[in-house]
């Protein structure tokens, strides 16, 4: 919140609470109770999640909404002639206490929600499409924002002045701010639509997930099962009043070793298929109907703009810059991950014909036979792994790992606020001791957090009268639980993750830029992966899984062997894990590279998709199109190509690090103050060139890959 420009608003709310008549004070003194509508007076200025309720959001977000009109307006009503500062910079600052309120609601829709919060999103998704409209469609505000940029060359504007000039201009004009009055209004209508649709989508899922359990009740059932998924099963069904059975659910830290390990190939098929039919089971919560018109309104609405499809309005922005490009990497790298993943197909046919067995292999067969051939190939068994990879280990081993690139440190804090109390919070402190942010950490699954790992953030980075702004940073996860007294041990793709994360809470950490709007990740979503899977590479290196893989129980570094073993597994079933990704990302482009309105059902659509590029039937996408949760509820529409294309960047950069040594002071340095500290001020493509010296060379994807 901007208190200079806040403070004498508030003034004038403190009086009218002190002269009012009765009604109109109550409704005041209401607001000024409200915690989300006052200045934090907590630690850091952190929300104060232990006195915000869901009976405040809406009184919130409807305060939060006036003021922010009430302040487009006084930029409207200007009489002075458009400048940079009256014009731009005072939109740039507006509409921050919107932000906060929404920031924290939006947050908690994601990682706590409940019924209530729900149905305020429900509500509040066309309100809040519309205001953005109304901003974003009002020509007289846009005629003062073309004035403005029309002298942008005689203005002196510094390099970020500029490039927060350019990006408003740019936003009015991709949002439809040229448009006649007529389309504004179609494009009102499609936006509203949108939103609406998009919330569902994402609750929908949710329900799905959180509806389906599969009850095991007969101990022999639970042949193959390694001990710590048992026990976590049977404390689920302990909590869910099933005493004396065990429980499986949908959450990763369940049903993906529950298909690794399970002897019981029907109960392997039964849990598989609810997984596989989320949102496609014909009943309230299903999406079919609900994609299609996601997808086919973003078509209309990028025909309304000026383009030929969604995937061309969305890739205008990104490094990829187009349809072709995308579809141009995704075909070089699928026949050489179909040819692998045929190969690891005919190897487990080989294990099931070995068994005496008749059947094909199907999806929920791969990662349990997988599992026999990585047992007998490489003697490497994930059970065997997990001990060396407990959480509190693998958390200290990324704060390590930044300490020693860039000597930051991490101060466990227990005297701020939180939403929820496995909240973590850590005080980010520079290599100069001066306060660089914090980090609050969320790594376990509840019914009230959606799927997945993500970052995002309570306070972007700023700055203030000269003086930075530090931001309030969150990492969300759905790890694998504390079983017992013993801590969580996660898989090594669960260590991974963590690490991924991390690498985007640092790109939000270490943002140094004047501009909340250019902070941090603003940038586009090919480059936004970069800083978060560059660190995955630190998790899986020898020296430093020597530093932080440590036995909870004996305290052991892991051993020699163990790593040996690792490495050489490196490249196994990555022709799966390429093939199940790649085919999620050209699904994605199929739905938004559309330049005709789709007309076949969801289900014919991706089997036409699939069978198009000659997926075969053991894998299927990653995610099907009715838990496509990134791109019809999560920002990532034609943009799930995005992990991969970042992949070619990061591979090629960690690369630079193995040439200079692992900890290069001065390779931290350049990517430090090129990529992490930039956030969206410059040209990713020349933000990249300025710390590697050259474009990316995509041979280290491949060779990572094991696809060379």
């Known amino acids: 919140m901007n208190k200079k420009r806040f403070l004498p608003y508030l003034a004038i709310v403190a009086s009218l609470v ?86 924290v609601f939006y947050n908690l829709n994601s990682a706590n929600t409940n019924d209530t919060i729900q149905a305020i999103a429900k509500d509040m998704a066309p309100v809040m ?19 403005v940029y029309a002298k942008k060359a005689e203005l002196g504007l510094d390099a970020e002045d500029q490039k927060l000039l350019e990006e408003t201009y740019k936003d009015f004009v991709r949002s439809g701010a040229n448009l006649k009055e007529e389309d504004k ?53 302990k909590a869910k009043g099933k005493e004396g059975k065990w429980v499986f659910t949908l959450q990763n830290p369940s049903i993906m070793p529950f298909l690794q390990y399970a002897d019981n190939r029907e109960l392997r098929k039964q849990i598989w298929e609810a997984y596989q039919m989320r949102g496609n089971n014909g009943n309230d919560q299903d999406n079919k109907e609900t994609l299609v018109k996601i997808a086919n309104l973003r078509l209309e609405k990028a025909k309304l703009l000026g383009y030929s499809s969604h995937a061309a309005y969305v890739l205008e922005e990104s490094m990829a810059e187009n349809p072709t490009n995308v579809n141009n990497l995704l075909n070089k790298l699928w026949a050489p991950a179909l040819a692998k993943a045929k190969t690891e197909a005919a190897d487990i ?79 980010v402190r520079d290599k100069d001791g001066s306060h660089l942010g914090l980090l609050y950490a969320d790594f376990f699954p509840r019914e009230s957090k959606r799927s997945g790992a993500w970052m995002t953030s309570y306070r972007g980075q700023s700055r203030k009268d000269g003086k930075r702004v530090a931001p309030v940073i969150s990492i969300v996860c759905n790890f694998t639980k504390p079983v017992g007294d013993n801590p969580a041990l996660l898989t090594f793709d669960e260590a991974t993750t963590l690490f991924h994360e991390f690498g985007h809470a640092l790109h939000g950490l270490f ?12 940038v586009p979503r090919d480059f936004v992966e970069l800083p978060s899977q560059i660190m995955e590479n630190w998790a899986g290196d020898p020296e430093v899984l ?82 496509f949760q990134h791109i019809f509820s999560g920002g990532y529409s034609a943009g799930y190509y995005s992990y991969i294309w970042s992949e070619v960047l990061d591979s090629d950069a960690f690369a630079a690090f193995k040439e200079k040594g692992l900890y290069d002071q001065g390779t931290a340095a350049a990517f430090r103050s090129n990529i992490l500290e930039k956030g969206g001020t410059g040209n990713p493509a020349e933000m990249y ?20």
């Open 18 to 103: 002190v002269g009012c008549n009765n009604q109109e004070s109550k409704q005041k003194q209401e607001d000024l109770k409200n915690p989300l509508l006052t200045a934090y007076e907590t630690p850091f200025e952190v929300p104060p999640f232990d006195q915000i309720k869901d009976e405040h959001f809406r009184p919130a977000f409807k305060e939060a909404l006036s003021v922010h009109n009430a302040e487009v307006d006084s930029i409207l009503n200007n009489q002075a002639e458009a400048s940079f500062e009256n014009t731009i910079l005072a939109l740039e600052n507006a509409g921050q206490l919107l932000n906060r309120v929404s920031t």
């Open 349 to 427: 046919q080989k294990e099931i014909d070995a068994a005496k067995d008749t059947f094909t292999v199907a999806p929920y067969d791969w990662r349990y036979y997988q599992e026999k051939i990585r047992k007998a190939r490489y003697a490497l068994n994930e059970e065997e792994i997990k001990p060396y990879f407990s959480l509190p280990a693998v958390r200290e081993g990324a704060f390590e790992t930044a300490k020693k690139l860039w000597g930051i440190s991490f101060v466990a804090l227990n005297n701020v606020p939180v939403y929820h109390p496995e909240v973590e919070v850590y005080e």
């Open 546 to 627: 020597k530093s932080y893989a440590k036995h909870y129980q004996t305290k052991e570094a892991i051993p020699d062997a163990l790593i040996e073993k690792m490495q050489k597994a490196g490249t196994f079933d990555q022709g799966f894990a390429t093939v199940e990704y790649l085919a999620a990302s050209i699904l994605d482009m199929n739905y938004h590279a559309a330049t005709a309105p789709i007309a076949a059902k969801a289900n014919d659509f991706e089997k036409a998709a699939m069978s198009k590029i000659g997926l075969i039937d053991a894998i299927i996408p990653r995610y099907r199109s009715t838990y």
């Open 511 to 522: 943002s140094n830029v004047k501009h909340r709007s250019l902070a941090g990740t603003s």
């Open 185 to 237: 209004e179609k494009l009102k209508k499609i936006n509203a639509d949108l939103s609406v649709l998009t919330t569902q989508y994402g609750q929908n899922l949710l329900n799905e997930l959180n509806a389906y359990e599969l009850v095991v009740d007969k101990a022999e059932d639970l042949a193959g099962l390694p001990e710590e998924l048992k026990t976590a099963a049977a404390n689920e069904a």
């Open 129 to 147: 499409s519309a205001h953005s409209d109304e901003i974003s469609l009002n020509s007289k505000l846009f005629d003062r924002v073309k004035a």
């Open 689 to 708: 060139r300025k710390f590697r010296g050259a474009d990316p060379n995509p041979v280290h994807l491949m060779v990572k890959r094991g696809l060379n």
